[in-house]
């Protein structure tokens, strides 16, 4: 069973950075995607960033991108979420997501229990 644990989260000031960090366990595949996704109150959650786990693709949501890097250790199975410069909008809970495609939501089939972000202006 695949396990998904994140951390990293915190509360920073606009402009900051944080480093988030999805370590996974029961997940061995180098064959489709591992994703990071956010869901601030009251909105639908989104993409933000996702990693092809058997190569150096990524894909990034337009608003993040020049801001955030996504990135994989594989002999550690975790995969990580550099975050700079960020917005009070970027204000979230942010989850971990594996076997999916891309930043297609629907198609993840493990999450994490998320990481809360908090960027104060």
């Known amino acids: 069973q695949v396990q998904l644990v994140e951390s990293g989260g915190g509360s920073v000031q606009a402009g900051g950075s944080l480093r988030l960090s999805c370590a996974a366990s029961g997940y061995n595949s180098r064959s489709d995607w591992m994703g990071w996704f956010r869901q601030a109150p009251g909105k639908e959650r989104e993409g933000v960033a996702a990693i092809y786990t058997g190569g150096a693709l990524t894909s990034y949501t337009d608003s993040v991108k020049g801001r955030f890097t996504i990135s994989q250790d594989n002999a550690k199975n975790t995969v990580y979420l550099q975050m700079n410069s960020l917005k009070p909008e970027d204000t979230a809970m942010y989850y971990c997501?594996?076997?999916?495609?891309?930043?297609?939501?629907?198609?993840?089939?493990?999450w994490g229990q998320g990481t809360q972000v908090t960027v104060s202006s």
């Open positions: 997501a594996a076997g999916g495609r891309v930043l297609v939501l629907l198609s993840y089939k493990s």
